[in-house]
Each structure stands twice: as structure tokens, then as C-alpha cells.
């Protein structure tokens, strides 16, 4: 059996408040396979984007294990886990976190800069990306000038620009309105029918009936692992 | 990491104007200040040069008399012998007892007040007085008191208008006085009198028909030129033990005269804490700035960590900023202190001098001074937490 894309072993996080330590999350073990298409799901407070932000290398876990297509990424040093963020994983934020100030074009080159590459390459493949999302023209404008939608599938295009096998994405949905919606689950189907593993954090059920694969948070643990339904008509 | 930099910059030019700003003003009040500063000090040291050069002034010691007591060169310490012996000192260059009072002077109608010195020849050396016209009088004339008299432009003017004044005869307390020499032109002095406003005469002839003296062979004072300012500080200590040992002062008892230095050297030391403390200001400006900007770019900082950026990427992001700000604000600030500058010498009479040196250290300090104040800020930023940082608002 090949390795998995993410396997995690007793992960847990606690945070230090002034009643003592709240653990957000009560050590899970998950593995998902290359190329899947998971929904990560549960009411506010169950643990699942403080579980989504250990997977994303933002944040260092308590207690556990987390292995990275076979590499343990739970024990690596700053800046080796800034290494991991810019190069293995992309990642898709809820309030799409591009630079105000910054033209698209910029933004989605950013990552590359942070990875040492040329200026001419840079730009090239943030045009590409740009491109793949539909947003070739708007490369000179800044996020400011553009719709959320449009800003997300910015967002998108800069977590692909150093061509990940991971993509992570935390309520990527939870912006925008149901049309707009649908178009960025397009482009995650669209992606991860390239053979791009994609793990999506939703409290949406419409919004996981994209992905095969529905696990459930509650209260720090995970309570439901299990294949989407093939009954609605707007999966992948 | 540049174009990192100096795209943050270019994002928000208000905030990057602003804390330029307060480093364009430190260079720039610095330079300028340097600038009119050492304009000044040259401003003195010509005046100086135009009282003679590497001068000391021998002063008679004051007397006390019954409790009255006189100022220096009240009292008759000081003898023409005494001048005579300091002459024959290592690394003395020219040795002038002088005598010399303000007197009414007259000729045919005009009578105007002038400063009469009588002394010896070595006097118009060491002041570095030049003839312009006729000759000046030699040791004979001293020797046998003879009326002569050097007429400054002054008082040449005043009393002549436009005649030529050689070979006239003036009248100094009575005594007619011939007119045997003009000297050159030389201006104010550091207290703002007219040099030029003078009458030179021999020694013996102002003490016998002039001033009068009670105790003859006495001066107030002598004036003393050493032959180079290297030999300035030995001659100041030869001069005081062989003025001591003539004296016969006992040890521990004090000088009957004052030893004074004409042109004491000017305090460079102010100028560079003045300097120091300017730039320090724009510095923590800076430092201030870059705090707050570190706040204000939590977010940002975060979305940088979250896409890959190590921590060495955002340290040096922000100080090269800080550098980048502090580096624009000091040309800027070079700029507008060199143009103050000349402004103000086109404006006024003020002597302006800007020198290589003191530019470079201004820019030198102002960059130090951009890194040390822009590290902390720069640590503060890199030291976030990805996962914090995203959720600052």
C-alpha cells in the first residue's frame, strides 16, 4: 500500500488560557490518500480548523504525529516548516489573505519569490495561474478592484503557483454566495481531478457533497468518517 | 528581498514620506548647521590670523594697595629687560613690550581719537602688519625716542581725507609726530574694533611724550609670537619659569603676570554631540514608525509566513526597509541642508563650509542609526507566529 498523502497519529492541541489549557483538539489519527477529495466537517468550536492549521504547517501541534507523504513534519524546526508551506502545501483561506496593496500578478508570484525564483519566472508562471483561473486580464489590477469570487480564485492561483500535491482550504465558501460557491468547487473538482489531493474545512453540507470523502468533527474528535453520498447532482 | 521592500515602501507613501521625513530633517538641519558652523570658525580664524598668528600676551600682574586691588597690568612687574631675556628663548619668533592708550590726535584742523601703541619693530611682524606706503621705524628710533609715527587706514582717512599723510606731521599731546609710514588695511577684530584705527610709535617716544611713566624701564604688557603652533605649549612654559626665575618667585607663590593665548582653539567636541543628538531624534522616529508598521502589517506578516516566507525573509524585509527609508531620508536631507546652506550664503555674508568628512559621518551615522533603530521592529515582526499573526485584525 503506497504512502498516504497525510497520516496523523495521536495529533492533539491545547491552548493556555486563564482557566487552564483548553484542548481544541483531543489527539485524532487520519490518513488520507493521494488524490482524494476530503470535506473536513463539524459545528464552530469542534476542533476541525484548528486541525486544518496543523495540516497547513501554521501552527505546531501539543501531542502527536503528523506525517507528510511519509516525512514527519510535526517535529521540523521554523524554517524548515516554512519550506513545507511553500512548497508541498497550498493553502486556501476564508478571507482569501491577499496583499491589499500588491497587484494580482504580485500576489500570486509571491510564493515564488519566498522559493528564490527569477523575476522573469515569476512572472510567467503567476500569468499561468492566473490564467488557469480565468483571470489572465486582471493580472495589473488590485484585489481591491475585483469581486470576492474572483479574489478566492486569486487566493487559488497563488496556493498552485509552486505546483502543490496538497491543497488545504479553511471555509474557502464561507465569503461568498451560493453561485460563486459553486464556481470555486468547481475549480477544487477541476484540480483535484488532476490528481491534486484537496482537504477542505465547510460546515456547509451542499458545499462537502463535492468532495468523496466527509469526516466529521465534534468536541476535539473526530465522530464521522465516510464517503460522500452519490446522490445530489452538483458533485464533481 | 529588495523588491520586497521596496514594494512595502512604495505601498503606503504617506507612511514612507513621513518617517523619511524625520531623518530628511536631521541630515539636513546637521549639514546645515555643520555648514554655517564651520563657516564661522573659518570666519574667526581669519580674523585671527589678521591679529598675528601663534601670539601670546604677557600682562603685568595686578597690585594690591591696602585692599584696592588694580586689574592685570596695573602693576610694574613687567620690564623691557624682561622682554629682552624671552627674546633669547628657544622657539620664539618676535618679542614686542607695548604701551598703548586711546589719545587725541591732531592735524591742521581735523582731530580724531585714536589707539596709540608705542613699541618696537618685532611688533609689526608678530601682528602681522604691513607698510603699504613709506617705511617703518627701526631700533635707532627706538633707542632715541624720535617722533615718527605708522598711521593706520583709519585713522589716516579721518584725520587726512584725501591727502597723502606721508611726511606730515601729526599731534599726539601736543608733540608734533611725522607721518614716515601707511600701514595696510586689516579690518575688525573678534570684539568688532577697528584695527585699522590705529597710530604706531616707538616705545621709549610713547612712554616719555605720550603716556608718561612712572616707573621707568617698565611695560604692561609684551606680546610674544612663537615660531610655529607645534612649539605654542613650550614656549607658554619657558616663558612663565624664566618670567618666575627674573621675578624671583618663590614656589608656591603666584605669577605676577597673565600668559594669554590669542586664539584658543575651537571645541570640536560640541559640534559632534550636536550631531549625535539630531540624529538620535530621527532615528527613534524611524524606530516609531517601523513599530507601528509592524502592527499595522500583522496580518500581512502573516499571510507572508503562511505562503513560506522564513523568518530571515521578513527580518531582512523590514530592515532593509528601515535602511532603505533611513538611506532616501539622508540624501534627501544632504540635499535640501547643502542648498539651506548656500541659500544662506547667498542671502547673507555668512562664511559657509562644507566639508567631505563631516557629510560622510552624517551619512554614516544616519544609516548606522536606520539599522540599529529598524532591527527591533524588524525582530518583533519576524518573531510572530504564522497561525497569531493571520488572526491579527
Redesign the interface.
Known amino acids: 500500500m503506497p504512502e498516504p498523502a497525510i497520516r496523523v497519529v495521536g495529533l492533539g492541541k491545547s491552548y493556555a488560557t486563564a482557566a487552564g489549557d483548553f484542548p481544541a483538539l483531543k489527539g485524532v489519527d487520519l490518513a488520507i490518500a493521494a488524490g482524494e477529495f476530503v470535506a473536513i466537517m463539524g459545528p464552530s468550536g469542534s476542533g476541525k480548523s484548528t486541525f486544518m ?1 496543523l495540516l ?1 504547517c ?2 505546531t501541534a501539543s501531542c502527536g504525529d503528523y506525517f507528510l507523504t511519509g516525512r514527519n513534519v510535526a517535529r521540523l524546526t ?2 524548515e516548516l ?2 513545507v ?3 508541498t502545501i497550498g ?1 486556501v ?1 476564508q478571507g482569501f ?3 491589499p ?2 497587484s494580482l500578478e ?1 500576489n500570486v508570484a ?2 515564488l ?3 528564490g525564483a527569477e ?1 522573469a519566472a515569476r512572472r510567467a508562471a503567476a500569468r499561468q495561474q492566473l490564467a488557469r483561473v480565468g483571470l489572465a486580464d486582471y493580472a495589473a489590477s488590485l484585489p481591491s478592484r475585483i469581486s470576492g469570487g474572483q479574489q478566492q480564485r486569486v487566493a487559488i492561483a ?1 496556493a498552485l503557483v ?1 505546483s502543490p500535491r496538497l491543497l488545504l482550504a479553511d471555509e474557502p465558501t464561507g465569503n461568498l454566495d451560493s453561485h460563486t460557491s459553486e464556481e470555486i468547487m468547481r475549480i477544487f473538482c477541476d484540480l483535484n481531478r488532476e490528481g491534486i489531493t484537496v482537504v477542505l474545512v465547510t460546515h456547509e453540507n451542499d458545499i462537502a457533497a463535492f468532495a468523496q470523502r466527509q469526516v466529521r468533527f465534534r468536541d476535539g474528535l473526530i465522530v464521522g468518517d465516510a464517503p460522500t453520498p452519490r446522490t445530489a447532482d452538483a458533485a464533481c | 528581498m529588495l523588491g520586497e521592500a521596496w514594494h512595502a515602501m512604495g505601498a503606503n507613501r504617506m507612511r514612507t514620506a513621513l518617517t523619511m521625513l524625520g531623518m530628511v530633517i536631521g541630515v539636513g538641519s546637521v549639514v546645515l548647521m555643520m555648514a554655517i558652523g564651520q563657516g564661522a570658525q573659518y570666519a574667526v580664524a581669519q580674523t585671527i590670523s589678521t591679529m598675528g598668528s601663534n601670539l601670546y600676551i604677557v600682562i603685568s600682574g595686578s597690585t594690591s594697595t591696602g585692599g584696592v586691588r588694580s586689574g592685570g597690568g596695573g602693576g610694574p612687574t613687567l620690564t623691557v629687560a624682561d622682554a629682552e631675556a624671552i627674546a633669547a628663548l628657544d622657539g620664539v619668533l618676535n618679542v614686542a613690550p607695548v604701551h598703548q592708550g586711546t589719545q587725541q590726535i591732531v592735524h591742521g584742523p581735523n582731530n580724531w581719537s585714536s589707539t596709540v601703541v608705542g613699541t618696537t619693530p618685532p611688533y609689526l611682524e608678530a601682528r602681522a602688519w604691513t607698510i603699504t606706503d613709506g617705511y617703518p621705524f627701526g631700533e635707532s628710533d627706538v633707542r632715541s625716542a624720535t617722533r615718527v609715527a605708522l598711521i593706520g587706514q583709519t585713522a589716516a582717512t579721518n584725520l587726512f581725507g584725501a591727502e597723502d599723510p606721508l611726511g606730515q606731521t601729526i599731534r599726539i599731546r601736543q608733540s608734533p609726530f611725522l607721518v614716515i609710514g601707511v600701514l595696510g588695511k586689516k579690518g575688525q577684530n573678534l570684539d568688532g574694533r577697528d584695527q585699522d584705527d590705529t597710530v604706531i610709535i616707538p616705545l621709549t617716544t610713547a612712554q616719555r611724550k605720550v603716556f608718561g611713566n612712572p616707573f621707568p624701564g617698565t611695560v604692561r604688557l609684551i606680546m610674544v609670537q612663537a615660531n610655529s603652533p607645534e612649539s605654542m605649549p613650550a614656549v607658554e612654559t619657558s616663558v612663565t619659569a624664566l618670567l618666575r626665575q627674573r621675578h624671583r618667585l618663590r614656589d608656591g607663590q603666584d605669577n605676577d603676570f597673565f600668559l594669554r593665548n590669542l586664539a584658543a582653539a575651537a571645541d570640536s567636541a560640541a559640534e559632534t554631540t550636536r550631531v549625535m543628538s539630531v540624529l538620535l531624534v530621527g532615528g527613534i522616529g524611524i524606530m516609531n514608525i517601523m513599530l507601528v508598521s509592524v502592527t499595522e502589517r500583522t496580518r500581512e506578516i502573516g499571510i507572508r509566513l503562511a505562503i513560506g516566507a522564513r523568518r530571515k525573509d521578513i527580518l531582512s524585509q523590514f530592515l532593509l526597509e528601515a535602511l532603505m527609508i533611513s538611506v532616501a531620508g539622508c540624501l534627501i536631507g544632504l540635499v535640501l541642508g547643502l542648498g539651506g546652506a548656500l541659500l544662506v550664503n547667498s542671502l547673507t555674508d555668512m562664511a559657509i563650509v562644507v566639508s567631505g568628512a563631516a557629510v560622510l559621518v552624517a551619512f554614516g551615522v544616519a544609516a548606522s542609526i536606520g539599522i540599529f533603530f529598524g532591527y527591533y521592529p524588524a525582530h518583533r515582526a519576524a518573531a510572530l507566529d504564522p497561525i497569531e499573526a493571520l488572526r491579527h485584525q
Open positions: 492549521n497547513g501554521l501552527d521554523g524554517d516554512a519550506a508551506r511553500n512548497q493553502f483561506f489573505n491577499l496583499l496593496r500588491m504580485d509571491l510564493p519569490v519566498y522559493a523575476r497563488r509552486n
